[in-house]
Structure formats: C-alpha cells, structure tokens
C-alpha cells in the first residue's frame, strides 16, 4: 500500500491542510465548506483531498470580501 504522504502533489493543488490555512479554517470548517458546495475536490483520494489552487483563492477572496462588506 502506497503512504499517501509520500505522494507528490500536483503543481496548481494544495492539500486540505494547506487549503484550511490559506481560508482560515479548522480542517472540521474545510469539511463544512465542501459539504456545502461552496469548495470542491479536484484530486486526491477521500481521506486526502486536493484543491485547486485558483478555486481555493477564488474562495479565500470572496470570503474576505464578505466580511469586509
């Protein structure tokens, strides 16, 4: 069985902690955020997801201009 951390990540994919850190999320919010569908998985496997990098962003900026509104 291959250790999934020893798998090299894609370039333009960040890991869920990775993801959780750049949204300011615990990874409990980041899991609360995919089931809403406001995030979605784009590789991977279930128990260690990856998102893309400009979904994430993308994300990160609405966020922060919501609660600057």
């Known amino acids: 069985m291959v250790d999934m951390e020893s ?4 370039p333009g994919y960040l890991t869920a902690h990775q993801t959780a850190r ?3 999320v615990s990874l ?3 899991r609360s955020i995919v089931h ?3 995030l979605a ?7 260690q997801p990856w998102y893309a990098v ?4 993308a ?6 201009a919501d609660r600057a509104a």
């Open 54 to 57: 400009d979904d994430v962003t």
């Open 41 to 47: 998985r784009a590789g991977g496997t279930p128990r």
């Open 59 to 64: 994300l990160a900026a609405e966020r922060s």
């Open 28 to 30: 409990t919010g980041l």
């Open 22 to 24: 750049v949204l300011g």
């Open 7 to 10: 798998q090299i990540l894609r």
């Open 36 to 38: 809403r569908g406001q």
